[in-house]
């Protein structure tokens, strides 16, 4: 009998285990093509930038939050026209392809801002560079563990393990077959 109990217990773990199957269906990847693309062209991980997409949109090209912010990057309106001024980006910002091209153009400004830290680039675009820099200015602020903001400290853990969820079932190029 004991022994019997400890052999489940030994294969629980793996019984228990969610399939890549079902993984896959609750971490979708679409638009994996243009997500190389523009991390390429802003030096960013493909994986990091689906990070975001799923946290942001869970990959829905059209969703709108409350705050108008539109599509697969969640950007609002001045922040995509912001985007297209600096980057020189064209098109309509609603586009999927567009959206991706900008928010990614964006993270990599960050990135370059912000010298790769992933959590302050995470945290300003959620919250605003001006808010992190306020932030960071602070004498023994620890971006780890200090963001104080509530919504701003989940986006963060969320992206991340959403980016690392990514790198896991699709590789950190997003080049892991998907099927």
Do not use: C
């Not at 030096?43 to 689906?50: G, M, T």
């Not at 001045?78 to 098109?91: L, N």
Request: a negative charge; aromatic letters at 12%; glycine letters at 6%.
């Amino acid at each position: 009998m004991l022994l019997a109990l400890i052999g489940v217990l030994a294969i629980l773990p793996f019984a228990l285990r969610v399939p890549d199957a079902v993984m896959r269906t609750l971490y979708p990847l679409r638009y994996e093509e243009t997500i190389r693309e523009v991390s390429e062209d802003n030096d960013l991980e493909p994986a990091f930038v689906a990070g975001v997409v799923y946290t942001e949109s869970r990959f829905r090209p059209d969703v709108e939050s409350h705050r108008e912010a539109y599509g697969l990057m969640q950007l609002l309106p001045q922040t995509a026209h912001f985007i297209q001024r600096k980057s020189g980006i064209k098109g309509d910002y609603r586009d999927p392809k567009v959206n991706l091209r900008l928010g990614a153009w964006y993270l990599g400004y960050l990135n370059d801002r912000y010298r790769g830290d992933e959590r302050l680039m995470l945290a300003a675009y959620n919250s605003g560079e001006g808010t992190v820099d306020t932030w960071v200015s602070d004498e023994g602020f620890d971006i780890a563990k200090d963001i104080p903001y509530k919504e701003t400290r989940h986006y963060v853990d969320n992206a991340l393990e959403a980016k690392k969820t990514y790198e896991d079932l699709y590789g950190r190029d997003l080049n892991r077959d998907s099927q």
